[in-house]
């Protein structure tokens, strides 16, 4: 079956840095999706990586594994209005995405 | 501004009541998604059209239909509404059916009393 696991929930502090890791086991691969949704709102798209190594996007980098089937999102200089779930879907060989539950990342002062 | 738009927000049924959720889109995306999602859970793919050609997928309740009359706008309809549908449910588009990112609507709450 397909499958993606990602933590439940992560708690960091306002300025720090947090990781947020993605392993996932699917029918084929074509790309890794991050994907950020506040509470009561839509999934809005954050970063897409289909080769192996780093993307960054000003505060937030995310990082891709396709050997181990890994990927992580990071998130430097947190603000509290980067409290919210952080979804990772991937691609796979049909064009289908397939989510993750989601990563609830709550922030503290 | 070019968008994803969903009516309404918030909506409340009676159990076995049918009801009608829509989606539009201001994009001209060629495909368009719909995905039930319950608290604390990925979203659940339940149907997508590229053009129109329709897709359902294989675990989606036959309770479940969907329509797609113009590029435009597409219809989630459920004909007998249970306890367990009350979700959010999220319409999607994209531009094409590969390697496109997802844009979201705001997602209707639907509540079933």
């Known amino acids: 079956g397909q499958n993606i696991d990602q933590p439940t929930e992560m708690t960091a502090t306002e300025g720090a840095i947090v990781q947020i890791n993605c392993t996932y086991q699917?029918?084929?691969?074509?790309?890794l999706f991050w994907y950020q949704q506040h509470a009561g709102e839509a999934p809005t798209f954050l970063s897409y990586?289909?080769l192996d190594g780093l993307e960054e996007k000003g505060r937030f980098s995310s990082f891709l594994s396709r050997s181990k089937g890994y990927s992580y999102l990071l998130l430097k200089e947190l603000q509290m209005k980067d409290s919210a779930s952080y979804l990772c879907?991937?691609?796979?060989?049909?064009?289908?995405?397939?989510w993750g539950a989601g990563t609830k990342l709550i922030i503290k002062p | 501004d070019a968008m994803v738009i969903q009516n309404p927000r918030y909506q409340v049924t009676q159990f076995g009541k049918p009801v009608t959720l829509s989606c539009s889109q201001t994009l001209n995306h060629n495909v368009m998604y719909w995905y039930q999602q319950k608290s604390s859970q990925a979203p659940k793919l339940l149907f997508h059209?590229?053009?129109?050609?329709?897709?359902n997928e294989a675990d989606t309740p036959d309770n479940f239909q969907s329509r797609r009359p113009n590029t435009s706008f597409c219809f989630l309809d459920i004909r007998s509404p249970g306890l367990g549908d009350a979700a959010m449910y999220l319409c999607?588009?994209?531009?094409?059916?590969?390697?496109?990112?997802?844009?979201f609507g705001p997602g209707t709450r639907l509540t079933v009393t």
């Open positions: 059209y590229y053009d129109k050609d329709f897709n």
């Open positions: 999607a588009t994209s531009r094409g059916q590969e390697v496109e990112e997802q844009y």
């Open positions: 699917t029918s084929g691969f074509n790309g």
């Open positions: 990586n289909v």
């Open positions: 879907a991937v691609l796979d060989s049909n064009y289908q995405l397939i």
